[in-house]
């Protein structure tokens, strides 16, 4: 089997002043015209006074991929639907370049092709090749892994990767939001303001509802910025009175008693009765993922926690060749020094 060095990428971490591993990680290589070049993965910015990573490839703005830090930097690169979701969450101006997903860039002499995922809106799986003709895939978190391309190093996620966790096995219950929303004539759903809250607009408009929605501030920001076709959105209060509403989970008991309550989740711990819709592959979606795309070497680098090291453990059950985050260290190897 093929390691990273025949392949001719060096994955490692960096350490922030205080010592210790910045998050994720950062690849090295010589571009098809033999320039070394490194791309830093959804990790915080680098002090300006120490040296730069030619990009900062950011997959969407899920503050656990480190949007926030990174898109200060001239030398970011992300989506401009993932571009707007930072900058309204963060009120920041995100200092980078974008480009749409689907699009093929050029970023110091590597042209790196992007992929949809489905994880929220934006969100941006990035392949590139190297001199040597690998190519790498940079997948972030995955919803839908079919639009991905094959490649020969995947680094990829296991947000639900644990094998031998039952939490993370899991199908979406559409059919449980509908009839949340058929059986309920004034109903609130709890979801996340980014990714979820844009999710249950895009479910109910696709079940046929045309009828204002109203949203909790920033979910409101963010749908009417980033969801082409969101139909009629108000403020909290502001729509027609008894129509649908979409906050954050623990805004839900800020909402009139008279509404029924009901939250958009994987997890169980909620006041609320829960709809199971994730915006992520489970377990099998992963292996199968992983299968589809095919590849030489599988680097799983997020979540931080132990299922990336389960994950990458099942892939070597199943005869692939995986290497998870924390068994990465930063010691550059002399060929590329
Ligand atoms: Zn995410």
Redesign the pocket.
């Given at each position: 089997m093929k390691e990273l060095v025949d392949l001719g990428v060096m994955v490692f971490r960096e350490k922030n002043s205080r010592g210790s591993f910045k998050p994720h990680l950062s690849v090295k290589f010589r571009s098809v015209e033999g320039k070394l070049v490194t791309f830093s993965i959804d990790t915080t910015r680098t002090p300006a006074k120490y040296q730069q990573p030619d990009a900062y490839l950011i997959?969407?703005a899920?503050s656990?991929?480190y949007g926030k830090s990174a898109m200060l930097s001239e030398r970011a690169v992300c989506s401009d639907k993932t571009a707007i979701a930072l900058e309204i969450r963060h009120e920041r101006k995100y200092a980078g370049r974008t480009f749409k997903v689907g699009d093929i860039i050029e970023t110091c002499g590597v042209k790196v092709q992007t992929f949809p995922n489905f994880?929220?809106v934006g969100?941006t799986s990035f392949m590139w090749e190297n001199e040597l003709g690998t190519r790498i895939l940079v997948t972030?978190?995955v919803k839908d892994a079919s639009m991905l391309p094959e490649c020969d190093l995947l680094i990829t996620e296991a947000?639900y990767g644990d094998p031998g966790d039952a939490t993370c096995y899991f199908d979406d219950d559409i059919s449980g939001f509908e009839n949340a929303f058929r059986d309920h004539p004034s109903i609130a759903f709890g979801a996340y303001a980014f990714?979820k809250a844009q999710r249950a607009v895009e479910l109910l408009r696709g079940l046929g509802y045309d009828g204002t929605i109203e949203m909790e501030d920033q979910s409101l920001s963010l749908t009417r910025g980033l969801l082409e076709g969101a139909g009629e959105l108000a403020c909290l209060g502001e729509g027609c009175g008894d129509c649908i509403s979409i906050v954050p989970p623990w805004d839900l008991e800020k909402l009139p008693s008279r509404m029924s309550k009901f939250v958009m989740t994987g997890r169980s711990d909620y006041r609320y009765p829960a709809i199971q819709i994730s915006?992520?592959l489970d377990a099998r979606g992963l292996v199968t993922m992983v299968k589809d795309i095919g590849p030489e070497f599988t680097v799983v680098y997020h979540p931080s926690g132990h299922r990336p090291g389960r994950f990458a453990k099942h892939l070597e059950c199943i005869g692939f060749n995986a290497l998870s985050i924390d068994r990465i260290n930063n010691v550059l190897s002399n060929e590329f020094v």
């Open positions: 997959t969407h899920h656990d991929h994880h929220t969100s972030g978190d947000n990714g915006d992520h």
